[in-house]
C-alpha cells in the first residue's frame, strides 16, 4: 500500500497531553488518500483473491452542501465500507454528484437575474456552457465536505451523471425503452410549476398546511323552481374550465340530475350532471365540479365520461382562452374577482375562512404547484414495476428493516406511469427529433442524428431518469467493463425511507431492465437496501428553516470533531426509525473520544503493550479474564449487528463497553495490579508484564472495533499503541476462541457491587471523594472477593485501610450487602474523624423536621378542593413538586441518620 519513504511520513507514537480534533482530521484524511487505501482492484475480485463489496453513493446534487441528512447516510455508508474492508473485502464506494436539472438550472437563472437577463437572452447553447462554467467553480463544494466528515470513497472514479459515458447509458435505455413501447409521449395531468415553468416530479412538490378558504357556489338557476346544484372549492378560479359536475350514482338527492345540464356561473355555458364511482356523497354537498385539465382526479372523471379539456393556465398561471373578463389575470388575482362576481350574482351560498388544507410547493421556489394538462414524456411502468416487485418478493433484494417492504410493494404495486420530460435546458435532452411531415425517430448513442428540417425535442429527461441508472451506469454500462463483473450487483443501498419510492424504486425497475447475468436472467441493482428515517430535532420534531429547527453538522465537525458528529449519528440509527440529534449529544460524542484519548493514553504511559504471541492463561487475574471475555463478546456481538444493519446497537455497544466496563473498571484494577506487584515481593514477576498485555490486547480490539464509527481517533491511538500502519487497512477483529470463565465474571460483578454501595454510602454522608476512611470486613466474607481484592477496594472506595473483622475496630456505620452467590457482606465504616457526628445528626434532624412540615403543608393545601378549584394550574403543580422533593428528602434524610445510628441495608 505505502513505499518505505511513506511508512517514514506514519504518525509519531508519542501521543499529545490532549486530542485536538482539528488538528488531526483534516491532514491524516490526506494521507489516507495519498496511500491508496480507499481504492478498488477489480482483478482482485476477478482472480477469487478477494470477496467483493460494493456500497451505492446516493449522488448528492451539485449545488448541495452537507446537511445532517447526508451526515447520517454517510456515515452509515462509511461505517460498512470501512468495516469490510478490514473484514478483507475488496471495497468499491465510488463517489459523484448529481447534475440536478431544475436546482442548477435555478441558481444559474438567478445570477443572471442580478443583471436584468434570462436564459432567453443567450440562447440555449450559451446558457447550457454558463451553467457548466458555474458547475467548474463553484459547484461541488459537497465532494470537500465528505472529505471533512471521512467518507472511504475512491476519488479515483467520481462521477457525474452528465459525464459522457453516463449520458451514452441515458440515450441507450431511453432508445431500448422506446423501440419496445414502455417510453411514450402523450397528454396527462402534471404538477407544474409556475415559476420555473417546468413540469415537476413528485419528490420535488413539498406539500405543506396553509391557509385558504373553501367557497361553496350554486351552479345552474337562481330560480328556487330552476335545476342548481352547490358545489365546494379552494381554488374559484378553475371554475373557468369547469365542463361538468359529478355526483355518486347511488345518491338519491342528485338521480334526478344526472344526464341533464347546469348552467357554469360567470361562463355561460351549460354542463353536463355526470354519476361516478370516485365521488364521495358523504363529503361535503356530494357534489363536485370537474375541472379536467388542472386536477388529476378530475381528469380521470373526464376521461370516463369523454369531456372536453380545455387548459385555462398558461405556463406563468395566467387565466387563458376562457372568453371572460379574468383573461389575463394571475390566479390568484382572478380567484379574489370571481369570488367577487359570484357574490354580486348571489352564488356563494357559505364560506370557511380560514380552511386549513394541504398544498404542494415547488422545492426550489415555492411558488404553489398548479396541476395541469400537458403534453410530456412518459415510462409505462406496468411491467417494470412488477418485476421490481417479484425481486423483493423472491428474496434477490432485500428490504432491512423487514417491516418496510409492505409500503415498497404498495408503491410499486399501484404505481402510475413516470412523467419523464421536463422544460428546461440543463439536463439530458431527449433524444427525439421530429421530421418536416410529422416523423418521429428515437436516436441512440451510436447513431446520427437526422438531417436538414428535423428539430430536436426541447426538453430534458427528469434527473430521477438518469440517477436510475447509478448503480450501472457508474461501472461502464452499456459495455460490460471489468468494474461491472467484478462489484455488479451491487452488495448493499443505505438511504432513506423517504426515498423509497422515488430513488429506490426507480433503480430496482431500470437495473432489472437493463442488466443481466450470464445465462440472460435480470440483475437487482443491490442485494439489499438499508434502510434508516429522518434526523428530526431533539424533541422529536421535523426539521425546517420555517421552524428554525435546522441544524449545520459542518459548524459540528468545527467544533467537536468528525468523529463526535458521525459515533453521535451512528449511535441514534435505528432500522428504518427516525432519530433525534441536538448539540449537547454531538458534544456528548466529543467527550467519548476525548475520554478513549485519555484511556488510551494512561494505558500507554503505564506501559500498555499489544503481545505478539498469545496470553498465559496461568498468569492472568480473574480481572484481566472477565475483561478478555466481555471483548470476545463485543466483538461478536458488534460483527452480527453490522451484518444486520443495527448501527444504533452496534455503537451503544461498543460505547458502555468502552466507557463502563474499560475505562470505568478495568483501567483501575489494572492501575491497582500494577501498582500492587510492584510493592509486593511475593507476586510474580510476569504480573505486571500480564497486565499491561491485557490493556494493549482489549485497546487493540476495542480501537478496531470502532474505527469504522470513529475512525479519526482510533486510527491516531491505534498506531501510536501498536506502531501499525493504518487501521484502514487493518484487520477486523476476531473473537479469540477461549473458553469463558463464569467465576471471574462472577468475583467482577461482585467487587463492582461492593464498591458501588460503598461509593453510595459516601455521597449519602457527603464525603468528598478524596476524604479517606477506615473500614472492616466481616468474616463471612473472608473467602469472598472482598478478602482477593483489598487493595482495589482500598482504592476503589477512598478507604485508608480495609481489615478483617474485628471487636476492636469501633464502626460509626455498616453497610449490608448480598453478593452473587446469595453471600452476606458487611461493612463497617468508621467516620468519627471526618465528621462530627453528634453535630451532623442534629442538622440532619432539623431538616427532616422541615421536611415533614413541608409534606404537612402541601398535603392540606393539596387536600382542600376550594384551593385547588380557584388557584392556577401552575401553582398547584408547583406545589404537588414541591411535595414531592418534601417526600424524597424525608426518605434520603430518615436513610442518612440511621446510617449514623451504625445501620444501612
Excluded at 463553484?138 to 466528515?149: C, D, N, T
Excluded at 438531417?451 to 426538453?459: F, L, S
Aim: charged letters at 25%.
Amino acid at each position: 500500500m505505502t513505499t518505505t519513504a511513506e511508512r517514514d511520513e506514519l504518525p509519531s507514537r508519542e501521543l499529545a497531553t490532549q486530542y485536538d480534533p482539528a488538528a488531526v482530521e483534516v491532514p491524516l484524511y490526506r494521507r489516507w488518500v495519498e496511500a491508496g487505501y480507499f481504492r478498488a482492484d477489480e482483478q482482485r475480485v476477478l482472480s477469487g483473491e478477494r470477496r467483493p463489496f460494493s456500497i451505492v453513493l446516493p449522488p448528492p446534487n451539485v449545488t448541495g452542501n452537507l446537511h445532517v441528512g447526508h451526515a447520517l447516510d454517510h456515515t452509515l455508508m462509511d461505517i460498512l465500507a470501512r468495516w469490510h474492508r478490514m473484514s478483507g473485502d475488496e471495497v468499491l464506494w465510488l463517489p459523484g454528484m448529481d447534475h440536478a436539472g431544475i436546482a442548477t438550472q435555478t441558481v444559474v437563472e438567478r445570477q443572471l437575474a442580478v443583471d436584468g437577463k434570462t436564459r432567453h437572452d443567450f440562447g440555449r447553447d450559451l446558457f447550457v456552457q454558463k451553467v457548466w462554467d458555474w458547475k467548474q467553480e463553484s459547484g461541488g463544494a459537497i465532494l470537500g465536505q465528505m472529505k471533512r466528515l471521512g467518507d472511504s470513497v475512491d476519488w479515483d472514479r467520481e462521477r457525474f451523471t452528465l459525464d459522457d459515458g453516463l449520458s451514452d447509458a441515458v440515450q441507450t435505455i431511453f432508445k431500448q425503452l422506446y423501440d419496445e413501447g414502455l417510453i411514450y409521449r402523450a397528454e396527462r395531468i402534471i404538477n407544474w410549476c409556475p415559476g420555473c415553468r417546468t413540469a415537476l416530479s413528485d419528490i420535488e412538490v413539498e406539500h405543506s398546511e396553509d391557509a385558504g378558504e373553501l367557497v361553496s357556489v350554486r351552479y345552474g338557476s337562481l330560480d328556487p323552481d330552476g335545476d342548481s346544484i352547490v358545489v365546494a372549492t379552494t381554488r374559484l378560479e378553475s371554475m373557468l374550465g369547469d365542463t361538468a359536475v359529478a355526483v355518486h350514482p347511488d345518491d338519491r338527492r342528485y338521480s334526478q340530475l344526472v344526464g341533464r345540464t347546469v348552467l357554469l356561473p360567470l361562463v355561460g355555458r351549460e354542463i353536463p350532471v355526470v354519476a361516478d364511482d370516485h365521488v364521495e356523497p358523504t363529503f361535503g354537498t356530494g357534489a363536485v365540479k370537474v375541472t379536467p385539465a388542472h386536477d388529476p382526479n378530475d381528469f380521470e372523471i373526464g376521461r370516463r365520461h369523454g369531456l372536453p379539456m380545455p387548459t385555462i393556465l398558461d405556463e406563468s398561471a395566467r387565466i387563458t382562452d376562457t372568453g371572460t373578463p379574468f383573461d389575463g389575470m394571475d390566479r390568484f388575482e382572478a380567484r379574489a374577482a370571481v369570488k367577487q362576481a359570484l357574490r354580486e350574482q348571489g352564488r356563494i351560498v357559505g364560506e370557511r375562512v380560514p380552511y386549513i388544507h394541504a398544498v404542494g410547493h415547488c422545492s426550489r421556489s415555492d411558488d404553489v404547484i398548479e396541476p395541469r394538462l400537458s403534453t410530456q414524456w412518459f415510462v409505462k411502468v406496468e411491467p417494470l414495476a412488477r418485476a421490481a416487485g417479484d425481486a423483493v418478493r423472491d428474496g434477490r433484494t432485500v428490504i432491512h428493516p423487514q417491516e418496510l417492504a409492505a409500503r415498497y410493494f404498495d408503491w410499486v404495486d399501484h404505481m402510475h406511469d413516470w412523467c419523464i420530460s421536463r422544460q428546461l435546458w440543463w439536463g439530458h435532452r431527449i433524444p427525439v427529433w421530429y421530421g418536416p411531415d410529422g416523423e418521429v425517430r428515437c436516436v441512440g448513442p451510436n447513431e446520427e442524428p437526422p438531417g436538414d428540417g428535423w428539430t430536436q425535442d426541447p426538453d430534458v429527461l427528469d434527473t430521477w431518469f438518469s440517477s436510475a441508472l447509478w448503480p450501472f451506469s457508474t461501472m461502464g454500462w452499456p459495455h460490460q467493463t471489468d468494474t461491472l463483473r467484478a462489484f455488479y450487483p451491487t452488495s448493499v443501498l443505505v438511504t432513506g425511507y423517504d426515498i423509497l419510492f422515488f430513488w429506490v424504486v426507480r433503480m430496482m425497475m431500470f437495473g432489472l431492465y437493463a442488466t443481466h447475468d450470464e445465462n440472460g436472467g435480470q440483475h437487482v441493482p443491490f442485494r439489499s437496501v438499508a434502510l434508516h428515517g429522518l434526523v428530526r430535532d431533539q424533541y422529536g420534531k421535523k426539521m425546517s428553516k420555517t421552524r428554525g429547527n435546522t441544524v449545520d453538522p459542518l459548524q459540528w465537525i468545527e467544533d467537536y470533531g468528525a468523529d463526535a458528529v458521525r459515533f453521535t449519528l451512528a449511535r441514534g440509527s435505528n432500522p428504518g426509525a427516525d432519530q433525534a440529534i441536538a448539540t449537547e449529544w454531538v458534544a456528548g460524542g466529543g467527550k467519548f473520544c476525548s475520554k478513549l484519548f485519555n484511556a488510551t493514553r494512561f494505558a500507554m504511559i503505564n506501559g500498555a503493550t499489544v503481545p505478539q504471541t498469545p496470553l498465559d492463561a496461568r498468569a492472568l487475574t480473574a480481572a484481566d479474564r472477565w475483561i478478555l471475555d466481555r471483548l470476545d463478546e463485543v466483538i461478536t456481538q458488534t460483527t452480527d449487528l453490522l451484518a444486520d444493519f443495527q448501527f444504533g446497537k452496534a455503537a451503544e455497544g461498543l460505547y458502555h463497553f468502552a466507557w463502563d466496563e474499560f475505562c470505568d473498571w478495568y483501567l483501575e484494577l489494572a492501575k491497582i495490579q500494577i501498582a500492587g506487584a510492584a510493592t509486593d515481593t511475593t507476586a510474580s514477576s510476569g504480573r505486571v508484564d500480564t497486565t499491561r498485555a491485557v490493556l494493549g490486547t482489549v485497546l487493540d480490539g476495542l480501537l478496531r472495533l470502532l474505527h469504522p464509527f470513529v475512525p479519526y481517533v482510533t486510527e491516531t491511538l491505534w498506531t501510536s499503541l501498536t506502531g501499525g500502519e493504518s487501521l484502514v487497512i487493518a484487520d477486523w477483529p476476531r473473537a479469540s476462541g477461549r473458553s469463558t470463565d463464569p467465576t471471574a465474571t462472577t468475583w467482577v460483578a461482585d467487587v463492582q457491587a461492593l464498591v458501588t454501595e460503598i461509593r453510595r454510602f459516601r455521597a449519602d454522608q457527603n464525603l468528598a471523594p478524596s476524604r479517606k476512611v477506615p473500614a472492616t470486613l466481616n468474616a463471612d466474607a473472608e473467602a469472598g472477593p472482598g478478602d482477593r481484592a483489598r487493595a482495589l477496594l482500598t482504592t476503589a472506595a477512598a478507604l485508608t485501610r480495609l481489615e478483617p473483622a474485628s471487636e476492636s475496630f469501633t464502626a460509626t456505620a455498616e453497610i449490608r450487602l448480598s453478593l452473587s452467590a446469595g453471600q452476606a457482606v458487611t461493612v463497617r465504616v468508621d467516620t468519627s474523624g471526618t465528621i462530627d457526628t453528634a453535630a451532623e445528626k442534629t442538622r440532619l434532624s432539623k431538616d427532616l423536621v422541615a421536611a415533614r412540615k413541608e409534606i404537612a403543608d402541601t398535603a392540606r393545601k393539596l387536600g382542600n378542593p376550594e384551593f385547588i378549584g380557584r388557584a392556577p394550574v401552575v401553582v398547584v403543580d408547583k406545589i404537588r413538586a414541591r411535595a414531592a422533593k418534601a417526600a424524597t428528602d424525608v426518605d434520603s434524610l430518615t436513610a442518612r441518620l440511621a446510617a449514623m445510628d451504625g445501620a444501612v441495608t
